[in-house]
């Protein structure tokens, strides 16, 4: 069985800076694309950043040029550097992966890391 696991969330002042983790367990054979997505109370998740498994990137014009996404393949692991930040950057943010297993391929989520931004 598979996992994502997310770290790194808390809390920050507006203006400031955080790096979320997402590190990948389990008998993995290779992960495709990853992407950071959040969801605010009351509201939808969204897409914030993706990054493919060849280091093509895109972001959410929400985050453009606040937010890096980067990975490791051989760590199995994403990170999510956040600057800038601002109030409405609140939110738990969750790690999405596509993750091939000998047996499946899977579409796996992190349980989530809270991020909250303060005035």
């Known amino acids: 069985q598979v996992q994502l696991v997310e770290s790194g969330g808390g809390l920050v002042q507006a203006g400031g800076s955080l790096r979320l983790s997402c590190a990948a367990s389990g008998n993995i054979v290779a992960i495709k694309g990853m992407g950071w997505h959040r969801q605010a109370p009351g509201k939808q998740r969204e897409l914030v950043a993706f990054i493919t498994s060849d280091g093509i990137t895109d972001y959410a014009d929400s985050v453009k040029g606040r937010f890096t996404i980067s990975r490791d393949n051989v760590k199995k692991t994403a990170h999510l550097q956040m600057s800038s930040l601002k109030p409405e950057d609140t939110a738990t943010y969750y790690c999405?992966?596509?993750?091939?297993?000998?047996?499946?391929?899977?579409?796996?989520w992190g349980p989530g890391t809270q991020v909250t931004v303060s005035t």
């Open positions: 999405r992966a596509g993750i091939i297993s000998p047996t499946t391929s899977s579409d796996t």
